[in-house]
């Protein structure tokens, strides 16, 4: 059987090699968020999307406001919050700070040359700001790679105690679902990078073409957290953590969930609260710009942001 195994991942690498691509992919400018024409709306207007650069001197019930700093995963761009933002907005009073991962959103040149450190910036960098400014009800929403970036700082001690009222998970990936992507550091430097099959919507929002250097520094980053987890540690005083997963979708393993609820306890020791989603979807809170949408993951996708909207109103 491991014979077998290995045969075949012999083969897996034998065609990708054979098929693969140049080390520069060819970039539709006009279309692709990898070119140099697209850029996240973040870059352009700041002060839209980030509530330290929205509100010079907040008020007292300002402060008190709970605000989320939102961060989206690997690839990706603030878009992927967009639709939470607009829901909150109509149902809710609160403060949300879309933060863009560093090396995100801009050429594909200036992904592939960032390293995990880098996208993990951006988020310490609000979470500074706002802490200057005083605001005391601070969250954090993560999709996909956001979580084991916060999960690492938390780690870190970074994010101390009541630094963090509630933090939200929505399908973290410790475990990637795709084993092959552990080879990614042996056929990587051969390939250059991999395609993604964004849709033409998607294209403008999540790169198309994927660095191996930046799968490589993905697989480091969860590496650590995993090694975290299987130590296991203790969420900060005054946090408490919420993970949402889907029982099965291409980009994390449900393991991930297990990991985290086994690895994490909230300060005193209890564990952490996990839920289950009978969904397919990788990040089941960002609908639009997918080919085929059901009602059933509208459902979903509502009833997750009321879950995180009365937590956040508690």
């Not at 090694?227 to 969420?235: F, I, P, W």
Request: hydrophobic share 40%; aromatic share 8%; net charge negative.
């Amino acid at each position: 059987m491991k014979t077998k195994n290995i045969l075949l991942k012999l083969f897996v690498i034998s065609l990708l090699i054979l098929t693969g691509c140049s080390s520069d992919p060819e970039i539709d400018n006009a279309t692709m968020l990898d070119g140099d024409q697209i850029f996240d709306a973040s870059l352009y207007n700041p002060t839209k999307y980030l509530v330290s650069k929205a509100i010079n001197n907040p008020t007292t019930d300002q402060k008190n406001t709970p605000v989320v700093i939102a961060v989206h995963g690997y690839s990706a761009t603030t878009f992927e919050w967009d639709e939470f933002r607009t829901y909150a907005d109509a149902n809710a009073n609160i403060l949300i700070s879309q933060v863009l991962l560093g090396g995100h959103g801009r050429t594909y040149k200036e992904f592939k040359n960032s390293t995990w450190k880098n996208w993990q910036t951006p988020i310490m960098t609000e979470y500074n700001a706002l802490r200057e400014k005083g605001y005391t009800n601070i969250n954090f929403a993560g999709s996909s790679t956001a979580c084991p970036l916060v999960l690492e700082l938390i780690k870190s001690g970074k994010i101390a105690d009541n630094g963090m009222k509630n933090i939200f998970l929505i399908d973290p990936i410790v475990i990637p679902s795709d084993k092959l992507l552990t080879l990614i550091g042996l056929v990587g430097p051969m390939i250059g990078y991999f395609e993604a099959t964004n849709t033409a919507t998607e294209d403008n929002y999540w790169y198309h073409f994927r660095p191996q250097e930046t799968l490589n520094e993905l697989l480091d980053l969860i590496d650590i957290v995993r090694k975290y987890l299987q130590k296991g540690y203790q969420l900060p005083a005054g946090t408490q953590l919420k993970v949402y997963k889907s029982i099965k979708d291409d980009t994390a393993d449900a393991v991930s969930a297990v990991l985290i609820y086994k690895g994490l306890k909230n300060s005193d020791g209890s564990t952490i609260d996990v839920q289950m989603i009978d969904s397919e979807l990788h990040v089941v809170t960002r609908l639009e710009g997918r080919d085929t949408i059901t009602q059933k993951d509208r459902d979903t996708q509502k009833q997750v942001f009321d879950n995180m909207l009365m937590l956040l109103m508690q």
